[in-house]
């Protein structure tokens, strides 16, 4: 299992490899596309970006090449799985 951890102070399990987008949505993350085009999910990635998978070709046009494992990276949570462990988010 892995962890999310919003905005320090809300922690919820998801099994691993799973979307993260139902757990976003249920904290109370927007979302409106839910393909990657519109950014209305934008979150940032304060610890652990490398436990999400790759960036994907929608989060690269939308938010430019960033480093997936440096504090503060964004990604569009419709896009997003998470491999294992914790991430702490931000939104
Ligand atoms: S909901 Fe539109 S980019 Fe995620």
Redesign the pocket.
């Known amino acids: 299992m892995a962890k999310i951890i919003f905005n320090e102070d809300e922690e919820v399990i998801i099994p691993n490899g799973e979307l993260i987008k139902e757990y976003c949505e249920n904290v109370g993350i927007p979302?409106?596309?839910?393909?990657?085009?519109?950014?209305?999910?934008v979150i940032e990635v304060e610890e652990g970006g490398e436990n999400l998978t790759d960036f994907t070709q929608e989060e690269i046009d939308?938010l430019g090449e960033q480093d997936i494992s440096e504090e503060g990276c964004e990604r569009?949570?419709?896009?997003c799985k998470i491999k294992s462990g914790t991430v702490r988010v931000r939104f």
């Open positions: 979302f409106a596309c839910e393909e990657g085009i519109c950014g209305t999910c939308f569009l949570a419709c896009q």
